[in-house]
């Protein structure tokens, strides 16, 4: 991941450990694709249970870098503020 923003330059990183807490995010995320696909398998699915779990194993490792990124995204909305000038200025630096 980088270590500022490309478009703002925000820094994501505001100390060492600070992504610690984007782990709860992630846990949280993956709980909810197991508990939507847990939902469908019951209800609309005619699976065996070793295939769902075999499924789940391999949506749930298919979908980890992205739930990597939108855990560390949530995580970091949580402590900085969208500043609409400070983006705009950064668009100005980009071009």
């Not at 703002?8 to 992504?19: Q, R």
């Not at 807490?21 to 939902?39: D, E, P, Q, R």
């Not at 070793?50 to 789940?56: D, K, P």
């Not at 739930?67 to 949580?78: C, E, K, P, Q, V």
Request: charged fraction near 15%; proline fraction near 2%.
């Amino acid at each position: 991941m980088e270590k500022t923003c490309s478009h703002c330059g925000e820094i994501y990183e505001k100390e060492p450990g600070y992504f610690f807490g984007a782990m709860y995010v992630s846990y949280a995320l993956t709980s909810g694709w197991f508990i939507s696909w847990f939902i469908m398998y019951g209800l609309f699915l005619d699976w065996s249970t070793a295939f769902f779990i075999g499924f789940q194993a391999v949506t749930i490792l298919m979908l980890s870098p992205l739930t990597f990124r939108w855990s560390r995204i949530i995580w970091l909305n949580f402590f900085v503020r969208y500043d609409k000038k400070k983006a705009e200025f950064g668009k100005g630096n980009a071009a």
